[in-house]
C-alpha cells in the first residue's frame, strides 16, 4: 500500500465482481433496524482487525494500493476521453483499527444518490492501510443489512467476491476495483477504470495476445482472470505461461525482468493428451489455459 507493506506475488485472479450495478443499497433507516451485533468486534490493535477480515473472507485484506488516492484520481482525470470529473472521497473513511464500520456503506448510500443527482461527477473510495479496518469491515455491514442481518450469508458472499482496494460510484453504480489491479502503479486501475468508463474494452489489454480483459453482461462490467506485474503490464494466465514456455524470463513488451516462475501441475492436453510444449500438436492453446504458473522463491 501507499503506506504499507509489499505486494503479493503475482498470481491469478479471477477478477469477475467489478461492478454491483443491480446492487440494492440500504439508507441509514435500513442499516440501523439490522442488529449489527455479530460486526461489533472492538479490536485491540490493527492486526487484529486485520485477522478479522481475512476471517471473514476478505483474503487480500494485508494487500493494498501502492499510492496514493490523489494519484490515481488526478491519473484517472487526464485520461478519460469524457467530461466527467472524478472526486476523490477517500478522506471521508476513519482510519485505525478502531473506525466505525458503519461509516462506509452511509458514505457509499450519499455518493450514490449523488452521482445520480449529478451524472457529470463520479466519486471515488479507496482502500489504504490505514483505512482498512473500517472500508472492509464496512463492506461486510453492508452486506449483512442487504441479507437482513444474515450475517453467514453475507460471508459466503464475501468468499466467492474479489477483495475491494477501491469502490468508484457513477450514475448510481458502484465499480468495485480488486485488489490485484492496484499492485502496480496506479496506471492499472486507471486503464481498467477508463476501459469501462469510457466504453472502450481496448484500454485495458492482454500485453500479449491484445484480447481486452473487460467483459459486459449487459447490467455491469467484469473482467477475466489475468497477472498483473510491477512493469504495469497485465497478461492472461495461459498468455504468460506461454511466454514463459518458451524460455523467455522478460516482459513481453519492456524487456524487464519477470518473476522468477515456473510451470507447474500442468494436466495433459485435451487435444494430443501430452505435458509441455508440442509442436505438431494442432490445438492452438496446447496446454496454455491450464498452465499453473507459481513462483520459485
Same mark, same amino acid.
Given at each position: 500500500?501507499?503506506?504499507?507493506?509489499?505486494?503479493?506475488?503475482?498470481?491469478?485472479?479471477?477478477?469477475?465482481?467489478?461492478?454491483?450495478?443491480?446492487?440494492? /443499497? =440500504?439508507?441509514?433507516?435500513?442499516?440501523?433496524?439490522?442488529?449489527?451485533?455479530?460486526?461489533?468486534? *472492538?479490536?485491540?490493535?490493527?492486526?487484529?482487525?486485520?485477522?478479522?477480515?481475512?476471517?471473514? +473472507?476478505?483474503?487480500?485484506?494485508?494487500?493494498?494500493?501502492?499510492?496514493?488516492?490523489?494519484?490515481?484520481?488526478? /491519473?484517472?482525470?487526464?485520461?478519460?476521453?469524457?467530461?466527467?470529473?472524478?472526486?476523490?472521497?477517500?478522506?471521508?473513511?476513519?482510519? *485505525?483499527?478502531?473506525?466505525?464500520?458503519?461509516? /462506509?456503506?452511509?458514505?457509499?448510500?450519499?455518493?450514490?444518490?449523488?452521482?445520480?443527482?449529478?451524472?457529470?461527477?463520479?466519486?471515488? /473510495?479507496?482502500?489504504?492501510k490505514a483505512n482498512t479496518p473500517a472500508f472492509l469491515c464496512g463492506m461486510m455491514a453492508g452486506h449483512?443489512?442487504?441479507?437482513? +442481518?444474515?450475517?453467514?450469508?453475507?460471508?459466503?458472499?464475501?468468499?466467492?467476491?474479489?477483495?475491494?482496494? *477501491? =469502490?468508484?460510484?457513477?450514475?448510481?453504480?458502484?465499480?468495485?476495483?480488486?485488489?490485484?489491479?492496484?499492485?502496480?502503479?496506479?496506471?492499472?486501475?486507471?486503464?481498467?477504470?477508463?476501459?469501462?468508463?469510457?466504453?472502450?474494452?481496448? $484500454?485495458?489489454? @492482454?500485453?500479449?495476445? +491484445?484480447?481486452t480483459f473487460i467483459k459486459s453482461n449487459g447490467i455491469g462490467w467484469g473482467t477475466s482472470g489475468f497477472?498483473?506485474?510491477?512493469?504495469?503490464?497485465?497478461?492472461?494466465?495461459?498468455? =504468460?505461461? $506461454?511466454?514463459?514456455?518458451? *524460455?523467455?524470463?522478460? @516482459?513481453? =513488451?519492456?524487456?524487464?525482468?519477470?518473476?522468477?516462475?515456473?510451470?507447474?501441475?500442468?494436466?495433459?492436453? +485435451?487435444?494430443?493428451?501430452?505435458?509441455?510444449?508440442?509442436?505438431?500438436?494442432?490445438?492452438?492453446a496446447h496446454n496454455m489455459e491450464t498452465a499453473v504458473l507459481v513462483s520459485s522463491s
Amino acid at each position: 500500500m501507499s503506506e504499507t507493506s509489499a505486494n503479493p506475488k503475482p498470481c491469478v485472479h479471477p477478477a469477475d465482481r467489478i461492478a454491483d450495478a443491480d446492487r440494492r /443499497l =440500504i439508507d441509514a433507516q435500513e442499516f440501523d433496524d439490522v442488529d449489527h451485533s455479530a460486526l461489533n468486534h *472492538g479490536f485491540l490493535s490493527y492486526d487484529d482487525a486485520l485477522r478479522k477480515c481475512v476471517e471473514d +473472507g476478505w483474503d487480500e485484506a494485508i494487500f493494498g494500493p501502492n499510492f496514493a488516492s490523489t494519484a490515481l484520481v488526478a /491519473l484517472l482525470n487526464e485520461e478519460l476521453q469524457s467530461d466527467l470529473e472524478v472526486i476523490d472521497k477517500t478522506p471521508m473513511l476513519p482510519r *485505525g483499527h478502531e473506525g466505525n464500520y458503519s461509516v /462506509l456503506p452511509l458514505v457509499g448510500y450519499q455518493l450514490n444518490k449523488m452521482s445520480q443527482e449529478d451524472t457529470s461527477k463520479a466519486f471515488f /473510495l479507496m482502500r489504504t492501510k490505514a483505512n482498512t479496518p473500517a472500508f472492509l469491515c464496512g463492506m461486510m455491514a453492508g452486506h449483512v443489512a442487504e441479507r437482513r +442481518g444474515d450475517y453467514d450469508a453475507a460471508k459466503e458472499h464475501v468468499r466467492n467476491s474479489t477483495t475491494p482496494a *477501491g =469502490i468508484l460510484v457513477h450514475n448510481g453504480k458502484q465499480m468495485i476495483i480488486p485488489t490485484i489491479v492496484v499492485q502496480g502503479s496506479e496506471q492499472i486501475a486507471v486503464n481498467m477504470l477508463c476501459s469501462m468508463m469510457d466504453n472502450d474494452p481496448a $484500454k485495458f489489454c @492482454c500485453s500479449y495476445c +491484445g484480447d481486452t480483459f473487460i467483459k459486459s453482461n449487459g447490467i455491469g462490467w467484469g473482467t477475466s482472470g489475468f497477472l498483473a506485474f510491477e512493469c504495469d503490464h497485465v497478461f492472461h494466465p495461459w498468455c =504468460i505461461a $506461454k511466454h514463459y514456455m518458451a *524460455g523467455n524470463r522478460d @516482459c513481453f =513488451i519492456c524487456h524487464r525482468p519477470l518473476p522468477d516462475m515456473r510451470l507447474e501441475n500442468s494436466p495433459p492436453c +485435451g487435444t494430443c493428451e501430452t505435458v509441455g510444449r508440442d509442436e505438431d500438436c494442432p490445438s492452438p492453446a496446447h496446454n496454455m489455459e491450464t498452465a499453473v504458473l507459481v513462483s520459485s522463491s
